[in-house]
């Protein structure tokens, strides 16, 4: 059978690494590194009802080359963004092509976890597995026995490493309950002659708790084979052909999943130079956002004046050819034409501020034309009353969020959007950093997802918070200065995940 082939070369690979690399010295250079991982792998395939760990695979004994181009960092890159929640990476030389460079890179460029994917017979691999930057490593049920398969889930667990535990039959499902694996992995390819058979997975889903992980492995194709899981309570599907075999691995990402039945609104932040305004309105998202606080983007008045001016005027000049063709060009400039087709929607317009007084904030927001003021300070429930009563225009307030109740605390205020965005003990706002989004896994009320938003973990953010809108600064700049390529292709994605 392959599989013995394959083991015999893992046996002569593992003693021909050990002699270039000391097994002590590998071992050491593990366990001085943090085994207080959290089990990232586990977190990421519990986040959404429905997770895609994909492969970054370059040949299959059963398949041989699948990919003789292999921009492996790329593939990977382009797997995070299309949202996946791990990627597996192949370091099977011999038979699979793969390689310990590819772990090592994917891993120290991508946010989301990875597993080694390997034939894992020696402790060694898994000291390797750690040094690599891997964040699990896959145990075959056919290469190993019980206290084996034991001791390695043990060992990898002591240093903050995931087991991914691969059965194919009853017997080795069984194997895998009792080595306690908190993930089990069922294989529908069968070893011994390569056919696939997606049913193998849902024959042998129930033999698994439900707090036990279950992933089904190869042969997947379409969204039918994922809803085919999906009905069968499986909730992690692990792909590699299929995803290496597509040119956009964004739009088969979409595709698998389904339509998303809404479309997030999307306010971009910290606008603060007029040379950005035509990429704004070419991205078209539902909000401008401009700050008014102390920060890095500020802008005066006069430049949100200019900013708003500049934004509806290039807008109206865009679109109103095609979205009031009626009235395009009679209205003297753009705000009368706004007024003259009420029912042509430009970009909003919100105003940032911390801690402004009511006064100002309905001075500034009549000056500039703003629909909407967004509170960053500490402005408690009275004064958004208190400023309701004096405007009209929409009041949003800002909350950093470092639990679920600094959330709950909100549900009832009377902002009309609240913006959830993460803690810093020194900052306001536009961080770039993420907070825990389980968080609002329970709050009940419409709320834009702010704080280090970007093209990387947008696809998951829908997904998984299903936020009313989403709020990006940090994202789309390079080196503190908005950059029209990012706004481009944040808005690309967006467009390609949620509909
Ligand atoms: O962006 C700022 O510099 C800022 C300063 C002070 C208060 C609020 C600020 N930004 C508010 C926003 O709405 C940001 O878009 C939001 O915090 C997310 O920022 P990021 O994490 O950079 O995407």
């Not at 145990?139 to 084996?148: E, K, R, S």
């Not at 990429?279 to 004046?305: C, H, I, W």
């Not at 306001?428 to 419409?446: A, H, I, K, Q, Y």
């Amino acid at each position: 059978m392959i599989l013995d082939k394959i083991v015999e070369a893992t046996k002569i690979r593992v003693a021909q690494e050990k002699e270039v690399e000391m097994p002590k010295a590998v071992k050491a250079a593990a366990l001085a590194l943090p085994s207080d991982t959290g089990f990232p792998f586990e977190v990421a395939l519990r986040q959404q009802d429905f997770n895609f760990i994909c492969e970054v695979k370059k040949a299959s004994p059963s398949k041989g080359i699948i990919a003789e181009h292999f921009p492996y960092l790329d593939i990977a890159k382009e797997y995070e963004v299309a949202g996946a929640a791990a990627i597996s990476v192949l370091t099977e030389p011999d038979f699979f092509k793969g390689d310990k460079k590819y772990l090592q890179e994917i891993a120290s460029t991508v946010k989301i976890p990875v597993l080694r994917k390997d034939f894992i017979i020696d402790e060694y691999q898994i000291y390797q597995a750690k040094v690599w930057g891997a964040s699990a490593i896959l145990l075959i049920c056919a290469c190993l026995d019980v206290p084996t398969l034991t001791k390695f889930r043990e060992l990898a667990d002591s240093l903050g490493l995931s087991s991914l535990v691969e059965a194919h039959d009853e017997k080795e499902v069984q194997m895998a309950i009792d080595c306690g694996a908190r993930i089990i992995g069922v294989n529908n390819r069968n070893l011994k002659d390569f056919t696939v058979d997606v049913q193998n997975s849902v024959r042998l889903r129930n033999l698994v708790q439900d707090d036990v992980i279950f992933v089904s492995e190869s042969g997947l194709e379409t969204p039918e084979d994922i809803q085919v899981l999906r009905d069968n309570n499986i909730g992690v599907a692990l792909m590699g052909e299929t995803f290496m075999r597509s040119p956009n691995k964004v739009e088969k990402l979409a595709y698998l999943y389904g339509p998303t039945y809404y479309t997030p609104k999307v306010k971009m932040c910290g606008i603060s130079k007029v040379d950005t305004i035509p990429a704004v309105v070419e991205a078209k998202p539902n909000y401008m956002g401009l700050v008014f606080a102390p920060s890095k983007r500020q802008v005066t008045v006069d430049q949100a004046k200019t900013l708003v001016e500049e934004l509806h005027k290039q807008y109206a000049k865009t679109y109103s050819a095609v979205e009031a063709p009626m009235n395009a060009g009679t209205a003297q400039d753009s705000k009368e034409f706004v007024q003259e087709n009420p029912n042509f929607e430009s970009i909003k317009t919100v105003g940032v501020f911390v801690n402004e007084t009511v006064d100002n904030l309905v001075a500034i927001a009549n000056e500039v034309n703003l629909d909407a003021v967004q509170l960053h300070g500490d402005e408690d429930e009275a004064f958004i009353q208190a400023l309701k009563e004096k405007t009209d225009v929409e009041v949003w307030k800002a909350v950093q969020i470092r639990s679920a109740a600094d959330a709950e605390a909100w549900i009832d205020s009377s902002a009309d959007m609240l913006l959830f965005d993460a803690y810093h003990k020194d900052e306001r706002g536009g961080t770039g950093e993420v907070f825990d989004w389980s968080c609002l896994d329970e709050f009940e009320r419409p709320f834009m997802l702010a704080g280090g938003i970007d093209s990387t973990n947008v696809a998951r953010a829908i997904r998984t918070v299903r936020p009313y809108g989403i709020d990006i600064s940090s994202g789309i700049e390079t080196d503190g200065v908005k950059d029209d390529e990012k706004i481009k292709a944040f808005t690309n994605i967006v467009r390609t995940i949620a509909h």
